[in-house]
């Protein structure tokens, strides 16, 4: 099994030196957030900043995936916005396809996105530019994964099924399913969720989490029993495991260190038990 780390969890540190302490803690990739401050796709030159990005990432070694959860890149004033659901969604849709041409040049295994925060009647909206998405995806051989977050309009991985098959079940559209959110919502035991999606699931974020509340955790301090989930994993799945700790910056290389020895610990549980 293949651990990376998410780079939303070292926002204070810039990329190359995330990238460092990541590699030399033993993480085999990273889960990158194209943000303000980690290879902002709207700074000028991307092509040339992904290009090194590619060369760091080579030197030290780590595979990437490309995730797409800046809070303010887009709107210094409203998290998350705009939304594929909203009347000036040109942002948002510009966004995803600079990181889906970033991906393409990095090699990203997946590239990551969800639905956003909307009511229901706008439905037809966010498969309208999902729609877009994905065709844009599939002329440079990229596979997305569709993260059903908790209060979002895709919400569960009922939801990601019905988009899916509005979308017409397109061959690069996958689902990023997160392990914390499993515990939140899902009515599945976690690591069922797992064997539920194998068949679509191209990106898998890791963290603990207790039931309904949507807040993640540091490993041990949550109600997810490990060693079943990274068992699913390990059976049905073969791209990054990445840590989904965006709110303990303060601590990376600390917290990044006691999730790995966490995971492997656990990984070693799950082959040990009968």
Same mark, same amino acid.
């Given at each position: 099994?293949r $651990?990376?780390y998410?780079?939303?969890?070292?926002?204070n540190h810039?990329l190359?030196e995330?990238? &460092?302490?990541i590699?030399?803690l033993?993480?085999?990739?990273?889960?990158?957030?194209?943000d /303000?401050n980690h290879?902002?796709?709207?700074?000028?030159?991307l092509?040339r900043? /992904?290009?090194?990005?590619a060369k760091e990432?080579q030197?030290?070694?780590?595979a990437v995936?490309? #995730?797409t959860?800046a809070?303010?890149l887009?709107?210094?004033?409203?998290?998350?916005?705009?939304t594929?659901m909203?009347?000036?969604r040109?942002?948002r849709?510009?966004?995803?396809?600079?990181?889906?041409?970033?991906?393409?040049?990095l090699? &990203?295994e997946a590239v990551? $996105?969800?639905?956003?925060?909307?009511?229901a009647?706008?439905?037809?909206?966010?498969v309208?530019g999902?729609?877009?998405i994905? *065709?844009?995806?599939?002329?440079s051989?990229?596979?997305?994964g569709f993260?059903? *977050?908790?209060?979002?309009?895709v919400?569960?991985?009922?939801?990601?099924?019905?988009?899916? *098959?509005?979308?017409g079940?397109? /061959?690069n559209?996958?689902?990023t399913?997160?392990?914390g959110h499993?515990?939140c919502?899902?009515?599945?035991p976690?690591a069922d969720?797992v064997?539920a999606?194998a068949?679509?699931?191209v990106?898998?974020?890791?963290?603990?989490?207790? %039931?309904?509340?949507?807040?993640?955790? #540091?490993?041990?301090?949550?109600?997810?029993? $490990?060693?079943?989930?990274?068992a699913?994993?390990? &059976?049905?799945?073969?791209?990054?495991?990445?840590?989904?700790?965006? %709110?303990?910056?303060?601590?990376?290389p600390?917290?990044?260190a006691?999730?790995l020895d966490?995971?492997r610990? &656990?990984?070693?549980?799950?082959g040990?038990?009968?």
């Open positions: 099994m $651990f990376g998410g780079t939303n969890g070292f926002t810039r190359s995330a990238f &460092a302490v590699a030399d033993g993480y085999d990739g990273v889960a990158l957030t194209l /303000t290879l902002d796709p709207f700074e000028d030159d092509a900043r /992904t290009g090194e990005v990432l030197r030290r070694n780590l995936v490309i #995730e959860g809070r303010f887009l709107d210094p004033w409203r998290k998350h916005s705009p594929l909203d009347d000036n040109e942002k849709l510009e966004y995803l396809k600079r990181a889906v041409q970033v991906g393409a040049d090699g &990203a990551s $996105f969800w639905a956003g925060i909307g009511p009647d706008r439905w037809h909206r966010l309208d999902t729609a877009q994905v *065709e844009f995806a599939a002329r051989n990229v596979t997305l993260e059903p *977050e908790p209060g979002m309009l919400n569960d991985i009922a939801d990601w099924r019905r988009l899916h *098959e509005d979308l079940r397109p /061959t559209f996958g689902i399913l997160d392990i499993c515990r919502l899902e009515e599945l976690v969720c064997t999606v068949d679509h699931l990106n898998v974020q890791i963290d603990d989490m207790r %039931r309904g509340v949507h807040e993640h955790l #540091e490993f041990g301090t949550g109600e997810i029993d $490990f060693p079943p989930v990274l699913a994993l390990e &059976a049905n799945y073969s791209g990054l495991v990445s840590v989904e700790l965006p %709110r303990h910056p303060h601590a990376a600390t917290i990044a006691q999730s966490f995971l610990n &656990a990984a070693k549980e799950a040990d038990r009968p």
